[in-house]
C-alpha cells in the first residue's frame, strides 16, 4: 500500500484507495485532498463519536459473488438519532454504500437510471419527496419510506466527497416487500442514486470485523 | 477500543453506560427513570422521573446465550392493550442487532425484526409463501421505558398493533404515524429464558386468572370489561325478584272441593270452596286436578263471589287432553292438571263456584250411551279435584323481569359477536 | 364503576321495585280473567298438527 504523510502533522497517511480524493487523518482529523500526487489540507474533521459497529476500515464483504473491502466511513446525524454510511470499493472497481441502521444493513451500488424518473428529476431540482412516492427501479417498484435532513458529523479513512463540519444531504430512502433498498442523495455536488438490499451481517459474509470490547465475535462471522 | 459510552444523567447525576452506542435514541435513566435523548453528543432530558420502575421480570444489563447469541439486555418496556399487561425486552449483539423477549400470560416469545415486508390481503397477511390469520388489532400504550433503544420512545407512547397467526408463530405489526415495522415473534419455553437470564419469577406477568366473563372481555371492540358483572346483577336482581313475588303474596291459605261433570251435558254449577283475602288486595290460584280422560275437555268458569257484597270476580280455566296416532306416530296433548291465577282479589271472604261444561273430541259421546261398568248410573262422566288458594306465583311476571333484565347485557354480547 | 354499569344498577333496582310493588298489590298483567275470544264457544281440540 502506497503511504504518505499528513500535511498537517506528519503522520503515516496510508491511502486505501488511490481512486478517491479525500482522505482523513486519523491522528489530527485532518481532511486531506489528493491530488496528481499533491497532498493538500482542506479543513478538520469533527472527532467521530464512540460507537459500536462491528465494521471497520479494512472490513471486507462477499455478496453474490462480488467482494469489496471498506475504506472509509461518514457518520452522519439526524434529529432522531445518527448513522454510519461504510463506503466499499469493490474488486471489480464499483462503489458501494453500507449504511447501518437499527443493528441492519443496507448495501448499494451506485443506478444513475433512477434519476430520470419524473418524481427523483423533481427531487433533485431541490423540491420536496413525497412519503409513499413509489418507483421502479431495474424493474423492482419501491416506495419512498424515509426522508431525512442529515448533517455530517465526521469522517475516517478514503471518502469521493469533502467531509468537513456543515456538509449536508437529504436523504430519502426507498425500501419494498421484498427487501430491496434505494437511497437517493441530494447534496451540495448534486443527486445520486444507489439501488441494493437490506440484509444482517452475516448476509454480508464480512471478513475482518472489528473486535468490540466485551463482546465474543460469533463463530460464523469470526 | 471501547464501544461503550458513559453519559450522566442530567435528572438525577447517576453515571449510566450506553451499551449501543452509536444506535441508541432514548435512554430511560436506571437510577431515577428519567428519558434522556442521547440521538446527539449532548444528552438532553426529556422528562424528569423520580423513581426508576425495577419490577421487570429481567433487568436490563442481564446477559445470555440464545439461540447461540449472546445477548444484553439494554431495555425494557411495559406496556398495555385493554387489561393486558405484559413485558418487552430489547436484546442487542453488536454483531447480530437487535431482538425482542416477549413475556405475556406466563409465557415467551422471541422476536426478530422483519426487514421483507408481509403481503397484507384484508384479514390475513402472506409472508415466505405461508398466509398468517388477523387475531387482534388494538392499541398499544407504552406505559414503563427503561435502559436504551434505538427509536424516539416515552410513556405513554401510543401505536396500533396487530397480531396475525400460523400456528404458535406470529407476525406482529405496529403502526405510527411515521412507519410501519413488522416482527416475527416464535414461541420460546420459559425453562430455555431461565437458562439465558435470571428471570424474577414474581415480576411476571400474571396469568389472567380464570374468569368465566373472559371470552365477553377479551372479545374485539370492546374497552369495557363489565359485561361479567352486569350478569351477575342481573342475576342477583332476578333472586331479588322471585323472593319479592314469594314473599310479598302470603298469606296462603287454601280450600280444597270437588266436582263430577257428566261429559256433553249442559254446565253445572259447583261451589268448590271458600276463602278468605286477609291483605288489601292478594292473587288468588285455583288449582284443578282431574281423572284420566281421552280426548275430553272441561270448561271452568270460577267466579269468587263476595259474601258481603256478592260481587263477582270471574276467572276461566281449561283441563284437556288428547291422543291420536299420525304419520309420526302416536301423540299426545295437554294434561290432567290446570291452574287459573286472579290478580287484584279485595280484601273478603269469598266463596268459589265453577261453572263446568265438558265435551269430547272429535265428537260428544252419543247421548244416553251406558257405561257398561255402571249401567245404572249417568253417562260417562269426569271428576275433578279443585283446591283455591290465596296467594300464588306469577311466572309471567317472573319471565318478563328476567327479560328485561337480562335484555341489556344479552344486546351487549350478541353486538359483540354479531360478526 | 363504568357510567354505562352505573345505568344498568339502576334499571336493575327499578325492576326489582317494580315487582316487590306488583307483588305487594297483587298485580299482574299475566292473570287468567280473560277468556280468550279465540277459546269461547268454538270448537276445541287438540291443536297437533
Not at chain 2, 447461540?68 to 411495559?78: Q, T
Request: hydrophobic share 40%.
Amino acid at each position: 500500500m502506497q503511504s504518505l504523510n499528513c500535511p498537517s502533522c506528519g503522520a503515516a497517511l496510508p491511502v486505501r484507495d488511490p481512486g478517491l480524493p479525500y482522505s482523513t487523518c486519523a491522528y489530527c482529523q485532518t481532511l486531506v485532498r489528493r491530488e496528481a500526487g499533491k497532498l493538500e489540507s482542506v479543513g478538520t474533521v469533527a472527532a467521530l463519536p464512540a460507537d459500536v459497529s462491528p465494521i471497520q476500515i479494512g472490513t471486507t464483504i462477499a455478496r453474490e459473488g462480488m467482494a469489496a473491502t471498506v475504506v472509509g466511513r461518514v457518520r452522519w446525524g439526524w434529529s432522531d438519532g445518527s448513522w454510519n454510511e461504510w463506503f466499499l470499493r469493490a474488486a471489480d472497481g464499483r462503489q458501494l454504500w453500507l449504511g447501518e441502521a437499527m443493528g441492519m444493513y443496507m448495501l448499494t451500488s451506485e443506478y444513475s437510471a433512477v434519476l430520470e424518473i419524473p418524481a427523483i428529476q423533481n427531487f433533485a431540482e431541490g423540491n420536496p419527496m413525497a412519503r409513499d412516492c413509489t418507483v421502479k427501479a431495474a424493474g423492482k417498484w419501491l416506495t419512498a419510506s424515509d426522508i431525512k435532513e442529515a448533517g455530517c458529523l465526521g469522517s475516517e479513512g478514503d471518502l469521493p466527497f469533502p467531509t468537513l463540519p456543515g456538509r449536508t444531504m437529504t436523504n430519502v430512502d426507498f425500501r419494498n416487500a421484498a427487501g430491496d433498498a434505494l437511497s437517493v442523495q441530494r447534496d451540495a455536488d448534486g443527486t445520486t442514486a444507489w439501488l441494493g438490499v437490506w440484509t444482517d451481517l452475516a448476509g454480508l459474509k464480512p471478513g475482518n470485523l472489528r473486535q468490540i470490547e466485551g463482546w465474543t465475535m460469533p463463530r460464523a462471522l469470526a | 477500543m471501547t464501544g461503550a459510552r458513559a453519559v450522566t444523567c442530567p435528572s438525577c447525576g447517576g453515571s449510566i453506560e450506553i451499551r449501543a452506542a452509536g444506535y441508541t435514541v432514548t435512554l430511560g435513566c436506571r437510577y431515577c427513570g428519567s428519558l434522556l435523548d442521547v440521538a446527539n453528543e449532548d444528552v438532553r432530558l426529556i422528562t424528569a422521573y423520580r423513581r426508576a420502575a425495577k419490577n421487570f421480570a429481567i433487568a436490563p444489563g442481564a446477559r445470555g446465550t440464545l439461540f447461540d447469541v449472546e445477548w444484553e439486555v439494554i431495555g425494557a418496556l411495559r406496556r398495555r392493550s385493554g387489561s393486558a399487561i405484559w413485558q418487552e425486552f430489547l436484546l442487542f449483539n453488536p454483531y447480530s442487532g437487535y431482538r425482542w423477549l416477549v413475556a405475556s400470560d406466563g409465557e415467551w416469545q422471541f422476536g426478530t425484526m422483519l426487514l421483507d415486508r408481509p403481503e397484507d390481503d384484508g384479514l390475513a397477511v402472506s409472508w415466505r409463501g405461508r398466509s398468517f390469520a388477523l387475531e387482534d388489532d388494538a392499541e398499544i400504550e407504552t406505559t414503563t421505558v427503561i435502559g436504551e433503544f434505538y427509536w424516539r420512545t416515552a410513556r405513554g407512547d401510543k401505536v396500533q398493533g396487530a397480531t396475525f397467526a400460523n400456528g404458535r408463530e406470529q407476525l406482529s405489526r405496529e403502526t405510527t404515524a411515521d412507519e410501519v415495522t413488522w416482527t416475527q415473534l416464535i414461541p420460546i419455553t420459559a425453562e430455555w429464558v431461565s437458562e439465558a437470564f435470571k428471570v424474577e419469577q414474581r415480576h411476571m406477568p400474571r396469568p389472567p386468572r380464570p374468569d368465566l366473563t373472559e371470552g365477553f372481555r377479551k372479545a374485539p371492540g370492546m374497552a369495557e370489561d363489565d359485561l361479567g358483572k352486569m350478569f351477575l346483577v342481573a342475576l342477583a336482581s332476578l333472586g331479588l325478584i322471585l323472593m319479592a313475588q314469594v314473599f310479598l303474596s302470603g298469606p296462603r291459605v287454601c280450600s280444597d272441593g270437588r266436582a263430577t261433570i257428566e261429559v256433553g251435558a249442559a254446565t253445572s254449577t259447583h261451589r268448590i270452596g271458600t276463602l278468605e283475602v286477609r291483605r288489601p288486595w292478594q292473587l288468588v290460584t285455583i288449582a284443578v286436578d282431574s281423572d284420566s280422560f281421552t280426548n275430553r275437555w272441561v270448561d271452568l268458569d270460577y267466579s269468587l263471589v263476595n259474601r258481603r257484597t256478592q260481587q263477582s270476580i270471574d276467572a276461566y280455566g281449561i283441563v284437556e287432553y288428547y291422543t291420536g296416532t299420525d304419520s309420526d306416530g302416536p301423540w299426545s296433548e295437554g294434561e290432567h292438571h290446570a291452574e287459573t291465577l286472579i290478580a287484584r282479589v279485595p280484601r273478603g271472604t269469598y266463596d268459589v263456584f265453577v261453572d263446568a261444561g265438558s265435551h269430547g273430541w272429535p265428537t260428544d259421546p252419543p247421548p244416553g250411551s251406558i257405561d257398561p261398568a255402571n249401567p245404572w248410573g249417568p253417562g260417562e262422566t269426569v271428576a275433578l279435584w279443585f283446591r283455591s288458594c290465596t296467594g300464588g306465583f306469577s311466572w309471567g311476571m317472573f319471565w318478563l323481569m328476567a327479560a328485561l333484565l337480562f335484555s341489556v347485557p344479552g344486546l351487549i354480547l350478541w353486538w359483540r359477536h354479531r360478526d | 364503576m363504568s357510567k354505562r354499569m352505573t345505568l344498568f344498577t339502576i334499571w336493575c333496582a327499578l325492576l326489582v321495585a317494580v315487582s316487590a310493588l306488583s307483588s305487594w298489590f297483587a298485580w299482574t298483567p299475566f292473570s287468567d280473567e280473560e277468556r280468550s275470544s279465540s277459546s269461547s264457544g268454538y270448537y276445541r281440540g287438540p291443536t297437533h298438527k
